[in-house]
């Protein structure tokens, strides 16, 4: 059974911190900020994949497996358990 996945994106930079100096170029807040939510991404898209085995549509419960994160089919609707 998968691991739920849990991480959370990167808080969005304030307003007020400048993103690109007057060159037009990334400010290092900006490279830092895209870093993080790149490695946000990356894991997101990591933890998708364990959607991809069950593609065969018999192997989705179809009765709540009551484990958080785990997709079963609520009357044809896919649906994410919460625990």
């Known amino acids: 059974m998968a691991t739920p996945f849990k991480?959370?994106?990167p808080p969005l930079l304030q307003p007020g911190i400048a993103r690109f100096d007057g060159a037009g170029r990334p400010t290092i807040?900006?490279?830092q900020y895209e870093?993080?939510?790149q490695q946000y991404l990356t894991r997101l898209v990591g933890a998708l994949g364990t959607l991809q085995a069950k593609t065969d549509?018999?192997?989705i419960p179809t009765s709540n497996p009551h484990v958080a994160g785990e997709i079963w089919s609520?009357?044809?609707v896919?649906?994410?358990s919460a625990g």
Do not use: E, F, I, K
Request: charge should be neutral; hydrophobic fraction near 55%; charged fraction near 0%.
């Open 78 to 80: 896919l649906t994410v």
């Open 74 to 76: 609520n009357g044809g």
């Open 7 to 9: 991480a959370v994106p």
């Open 57 to 59: 549509a018999s192997a």
């Open 29 to 31: 807040a900006q490279v």
């Open 35 to 37: 870093q993080a939510l």
